[in-house]
């Protein structure tokens, strides 16, 4: 029987570029915050060696373009070449939104097929791959709340925020990461937000508007993409305390003092929007529900 594992979305509390690095990418200090949108994933092993990767629904790729399959090669490859997987991708996790849904799955992976195959796989080693992989997945290995540095892939585990509600709106529309960061303009280095550095420092925050962040990328995205521009100035109506688009979106996560005004938002969203009502999570609550069994998964 296969194991079947939730692999959880993330949403940018904070984005902020500071440069460029010597490999040419921007340098960035952003806040991730792991949320309880998931996609399940499914493996066993399988007879004979290579990887047979099967997506029936959410029209994530089947080949080795998708980064599960990527992670799924690279443990097989250094570590078990004459072994073999088998891989049930079933996304809910709206792709290319900025929500890390392709690196959490390829994290998840990394995770899961050691155990599976019953490999001895360092932390470091793992660390590695994840970073080879993509500036996201090894923020992946970590999860909760964690600040990014360089690329975003050197993870500083942070102390947690508190337990929160927050709706994730999808508009609908695809938005080209590489086009966002060419119409970006010369980095404008400047200082943390005073919320987050009192954060850094140990302040207790009581939710995610204290922290007065923002995303650099939000601007080029709002300018190009009048559908994310619309679904932001609609929560902005809607009476919401925190509107930020997460990554280089197209999803804009929003929060609410009142958890009534987040269940009327709907009213005041475009048509083509879809809206997920989710949870922070902390570090401990993504390893304890990390682990799903087939009957669970499918009702979720």
């Given at each position: 029987?296969?194991?079947?594992?939730?692999?959880?979305?993330?949403?940018?509390?904070?984005?902020?570029?500071?440069?460029?690095?010597?490999?040419?990418?921007?340098?960035?200090?952003?806040?991730?915050?792991?949320?309880?949108?998931?996609?399940?994933?499914?493996?066993?092993?399988?007879?004979?060696?290579?990887?047979?990767?099967?997506?029936?629904?959410?029209?994530?790729?089947?080949?080795?373009?998708?980064?599960?399959?990527?992670?799924?090669?690279?443990?097989?490859?250094?570590?078990?070449?004459?072994?073999?997987?088998?891989?049930?991708?079933?996304?809910?996790?709206?792709?290319?939104?900025?929500?890390?849904?392709?690196?959490?799955?390829?994290?998840?992976?990394?995770?899961?097929?050691?155990?599976?195959?019953?490999?001895?796989?360092?932390?470091?080693?793992?660390?590695?791959?994840?970073?080879?992989?993509?500036?996201?997945?090894?923020?992946?290995?970590?999860?909760?709340?964690?600040?990014?540095?360089?690329?975003g892939d050197e993870i500083i585990p942070l102390s947690e925020l508190a337990e929160q509600e927050v709706l994730l709106v999808d508009p609908g529309v695809?938005?080209?990461?590489?086009?966002?960061?060419?119409?970006?303009?010369?980095?404008?280095?400047?200082?943390?937000?005073?919320?987050?550095?009192?954060?850094?420092?140990?302040?207790?925050?009581?939710?995610?508007?204290?922290?007065?962040?923002?995303?650099?990328?939000?601007?080029?995205?709002?300018?190009?993409?009048?559908?994310?521009?619309?679904?932001?100035?609609?929560?902005?109506?809607?009476?919401?305390?925190?509107?930020?688009?997460?990554?280089?979106?197209?999803?804009?996560?929003?929060?609410?003092?009142?958890?009534?005004?987040?269940?009327?938002?709907?009213?005041?969203?475009?048509?083509?929007a879809k809206v997920y009502a989710v949870r922070t999570m902390s570090r401990a609550a993504v390893r304890a529900a990390r682990s799903a069994s087939d009957?669970?998964?499918?009702?979720?």
């Amino acid at each position: 029987m296969p194991e079947t594992y939730r692999s959880f979305a993330k949403i940018n509390l904070h984005l902020q570029i500071d440069g460029r690095l010597p490999d040419g990418y921007h340098q960035l200090r952003t806040l991730f915050q792991t949320v309880s949108l998931h996609d399940l994933i499914s493996i066993e092993p399988r007879a004979g060696s290579g990887i047979e990767l099967r997506v029936p629904e959410g029209g994530a790729p089947e080949d080795a373009s998708n980064l599960a399959y990527r992670a799924a090669k690279a443990i097989l490859d250094r570590w078990a070449p004459d072994q073999g997987v088998s891989i049930e991708l079933r996304k809910r996790i709206p792709a290319g939104g900025g929500l890390g849904g392709g690196s959490s799955n390829a994290a998840t992976v990394l995770q899961a097929v050691p155990e599976i195959l019953g490999l001895e796989v360092a932390a470091e080693d793992l660390r590695s791959v994840a970073r080879a992989l993509g500036a996201d997945v090894p923020y992946f290995l970590v999860g909760g709340t964690a600040l990014g540095v360089g690329r975003g892939d050197e993870i500083i585990p942070l102390s947690e925020l508190a337990e929160q509600e927050v709706l994730l709106v999808d508009p609908g529309v695809s938005v080209s990461t590489a086009e966002v960061f060419a119409a970006l303009g010369p980095p404008r280095p400047r200082p943390l937000p005073a919320g987050i550095v009192d954060f850094l420092a140990g302040a207790a925050v009581r939710d995610i508007a204290a922290l007065d962040a923002f995303n650099d990328l939000e601007r080029p995205v709002l300018d190009r993409f009048p559908r994310v521009r619309s679904v932001y100035n609609a929560l902005r109506r809607a009476g919401a305390s925190c509107v930020r688009l997460s990554g280089s979106g197209a999803t804009v996560f929003a929060c609410f003092a009142d958890s009534r005004q987040g269940g009327e938002v709907e009213a005041y969203l475009p048509s083509e929007a879809k809206v997920y009502a989710v949870r922070t999570m902390s570090r401990a609550a993504v390893r304890a529900a990390r682990s799903a069994s087939d009957s669970e998964g499918n009702g979720l």
